[in-house]
């Protein structure tokens, strides 16, 4: 029995290379296919204009004032009279103040009984507690001793105090105590001037300032039978009790 397929046939002979090429001609046409690029026509576009009639602005016809021409200047006289100087001008001589080597040295010098000499006044500050003839407060003018003046003052200053004494109220609510150390100048005249204060708080500082400000005129100290402004220092407690005591 003879075979019916020619046996040199062979349907699978040459499939691969057959797929291969078929997939590279895919492959390339697909590439193409990509790299194809699509520009835009041009479009033509056509402008029109529309021109409008110039605008056409009426100027208002105004008045044309014509003013007149200027006078023309006056005209020279036909002769020329020409007349003398009669007053005769003195001329100023200004007179060098500058000294040559001509002048005098003496002539320059002024007198010693022109020169008025004003006599400038010191403002000696003595402390308090070396003070020849210490400030008189009112009420001590009768006691003669110094010491017992020294004594009658301190006494009237602390006696003011307890008088004039004010507790901040906003001290009170926030409770600050404490010791301001208050230092003052009695001034030539008997006037508590130059007033310093050092506490714990500015309110302290303050009330006390106040209080000492306060302080009546009194006699002025003297050193060496002259007038001279002194030095005073006092302390002022603020302490919270019952009594408020300074």
């Known amino acids: 029995m003879k075979p019916k397929k020619n046996p040199n046939a062979e349907i699978g002979r040459n499939s691969s290379l057959y797929f291969m090429i078929g997939l590279t001609s895919v492959l390339f046409v697909t590439w193409q296919s990509l790299e194809v690029k699509f520009y835009e026509k041009e479009t033509k576009v056509s402008e029109v204009v529309q021109l409008t009639d110039d605008l056409k602005e009426e100027v208002p016809i105004t008045e044309m004032i014509k003013t007149p021409p ?5 005209s020279a006289p036909e ?3 020409i007349v003398e100087d009669v007053v005769e ?3 100023t001589v200004i007179q060098s103040t500058e000294s040559s080597q001509e002048t005098y040295i003496e002539d320059a010098v002024v007198s010693i009984d022109d020169v008025v000499v004003e006599e400038v006044e010191e403002n000696i500050v003595v402390p308090f507690a070396v003070i020849e003839n210490v400030p008189v407060f009112p009420g001590c003018e009768d006691l003669t001793s ?3 003046r020294k004594a009658c003052f301190n ?3 602390q006696e003011h105090i307890k008088n004039n004494f004010k507790y ?6 926030m409770h600050i105590t404490g010791r301001v150390y208050v230092q003052f100048v009695i001034d030539n005249q008997g006037r508590v001037t130059g007033i310093q204060k050092r506490g714990p708080d500015k309110l302290l500082e303050t ?13 002025p100290g003297e050193q060496r039978g002259k007038t001279v402004s002194v030095k005073y220092s006092i302390p002022i407690n603020f302490i ?3 009594d408020k005591d300074d």
């Not at 901040?168 to 609510?173: D, G, H, R, V």
């Not at 009330?207 to 006699?219: D, F, G, M, N, Y």
Request: hydrophobic share 35%.
């Open 89 to 91: 001008v003195e001329e």
């Open 240 to 242: 919270m009790d019952n």
């Open 207 to 219: 009330e006390a300032e106040r209080i000492i400000a306060s302080l009546p005129k009194v006699k």
């Open 155 to 157: 006494q009237k200053v």
């Open 168 to 173: 901040p109220p906003t001290a009170l609510e």
């Open 146 to 148: 110094q010491a017992d």
């Open 79 to 81: 002769v020329i009279e």
């Open 70 to 74: 200027p006078p023309p200047p006056p």
